[in-house]
């Protein structure tokens, strides 16, 4: 069974970093695309990073880009995100998803507009963990 189980949200204040997990399990996080994705409340789910080791790719939106970075692990099948200078802006409950069936990050990558960057298709993701929420206070 295809399972994801993220964890590490917190509260941090301005400036500080946190670092998320994404843990799998019923598959290998070697062999699909796994994003991180976020919520805020009033607000549209995005795309924040996404990861394919069958090409070493990374994709990332604008926002987060420079602080955020995704990297998976094999030996313990899980893909993280280390988040540095988190700003007020970055709090959202986040989710981490898997594209089941699909090597390639890019492949739910689109082209966005200049200001934001890529855009990372979140319908594309076929199974969720639940989310973990993180709190920038200012």
């Known amino acids: 069974e295809v399972q994801l189980q993220a964890f590490g949200g917190g509260l941090v204040q301005a400036g500080g970093s946190l670092r998320l997990s994404c843990a799998a399990s019923?598959?290998?996080?070697?062999?699909?695309?796994i994003g991180w994705f976020r919520q805020a409340p009033g607000k549209e789910r995005e795309g924040v990073a996404c990861?394919?080791?069958?090409?070493?790719?990374?994709y990332y939106i604008n926002s987060v880009k420079g602080r955020f970075t995704i990297s998976s692990d094999n030996a313990k099948n899980t893909v993280d995100l280390q988040m540095n200078n988190l700003i007020p802006d970055d709090s959202a409950t986040y989710s981490c998803?898997?594209?089941?069936?699909?090597?390639?990050?890019?492949?739910?990558?689109?082209?966005?507009?200049?200001?934001?960057?890529?855009?990372?298709?979140?319908?594309?993701?076929?199974?969720w963990g639940q989310g973990t929420l993180v709190t920038v206070s200012s």
């Open positions: 998803a898997v594209d089941y069936g699909n090597k390639y990050c890019g492949a739910t990558v689109t082209v966005g507009d200049r200001r934001k960057g890529p855009r990372i298709r979140w319908d594309e993701y076929n199974y």
């Open positions: 019923g598959f290998s996080v070697d062999d699909y695309a």
């Open positions: 990861i394919s080791n069958a090409d070493h790719m990374t």
